[in-house]
């Protein structure tokens, strides 16, 4: 993954030698302004430095590091939309579009650290099937993922938006696909517990595990190895009244009729391939077994790959 730093670097670099190279004779200062924005352009290789400088990946570091980006964004691409402007001419109407394109990006940006992520999006989806009992038509499921907790700007007031966002749909059934956290369990606190805890449905909330939930990005693992930063989060998650599914089904009954959703949970073997587009000879282990191949069935599943 170290070519996408490098491509982050690079490309800014060789945008802004080019553009300066253009308009050699519009800048006084030219080389103190192409050292300014060359300093912007480095800030990856900061955060890079500072990932390697610290002992583990704590919730300061990862902040520190998602802020650094976003100044790299601030800092690049609004100059990259002036210079793609500047570069179809050298006339009064470029001079002009080129600082209000700059300004729009930065704009877009702001809005969408400020205010577009913690906006929330509900899609309406209708399955039909002829396999499901006429006793579960109309089961109202809602499905929610990567939460990722450690990351959230302000972590109570978008998870209260969150559960009440889930609650005012009515739910019959509550599924999470995993990545509950970002790098460790602690970040699950009695506050997000109590928040999430308030999730409500008929037939609860399932939840199964992801790749940022077993531990993989926790660098300091004699501290807080990967088996016990997974189960403290499970057993937290069960505290607060879901039902983790590590590879298992259960059976969610109306009268007569029953219907099976099965939970697989993240293998922690695939962090070199959850990217893969396919996964040749995945073993579900225990996750079908004895379910009846005929029963309508719901798969909660963090990689799309497993289908």
């Known amino acids: 993954m170290m070519w996408m730093p490098l491509f982050l670097i690079l490309l800014p670099l060789a945008a802004d030698g080019w553009h300066f190279r253009r308009h050699r004779k519009a800048y006084r ?39 650094i980006f976003f100044a790299y964004l601030l800092l690049t691409l609004p100059r990259m939309a002036y210079y793609i402007v500047r570069a179809f001419g050298k006339g009064r109407a470029t ?50 993922t990567d939460l990722h907790i450690g990351t959230l700007v302000d972590p109570d007031r978008e998870m209260r938006a969150l559960v009440d966002s889930l609650n005012a749909l009515r739910p019959d059934l509550v599924i999470f696909c995993g990545d509950l956290v970002n790098i460790r369990y602690t970040e699950l606190d009695s506050t997000a517990m109590r928040l999430l805890g308030g999730i409500r449905s008929r037939y609860g909330t399932f939840s199964i595990t992801g790749n940022h939930d077993t531990g993989n990005y926790v660098r300091d693992t004699l501290s807080l190895p990967p088996a016990t930063n ?68 719901i798969t909660a599943a963090h990689i799309p790959q497993l289908w």
């Open 95 to 144: 001079r002009i579009l080129a600082p209000i394109a700059a300004l729009g990006m930065a704009g877009v940006l702001i809005h969408g650290a400020v205010s577009g992520r913690r906006t929330l999006a509900v899609h309406r989806v209708t399955l039909r099937s002829d396999r499901l009992p006429e006793a579960f038509d109309g089961l109202r499921i809602a499905q929610f």
């Open 29 to 67: 200062y030219r080389n103190l302004l192409l050292t300014l924005v060359a300093a912007g352009d480095l800030l990856p290789l900061a955060g890079i430095v500072l990932f390697w400088l610290m002992k583990d990946n704590t919730g300061g570091v990862v902040t520190a590091a998602m802020w």
């Open 230 to 297: 997974i189960a403290a989060l499970v057993e937290r998650q069960r505290a607060m009244g879901w039902r983790v599914l590590d590879n298992e089904t259960v059976y969610l009954r109306r009268g007569d009729d029953s219907i099976s959703l099965s939970g697989i949970s993240y293998d922690r073997s695939l962090a070199r391939q959850r990217h893969d587009r396919t996964l040749p000879g995945y073993d579900f282990g225990t996750t079908y077994r004895d379910v009846p191949q005929d029963l309508y069935n």
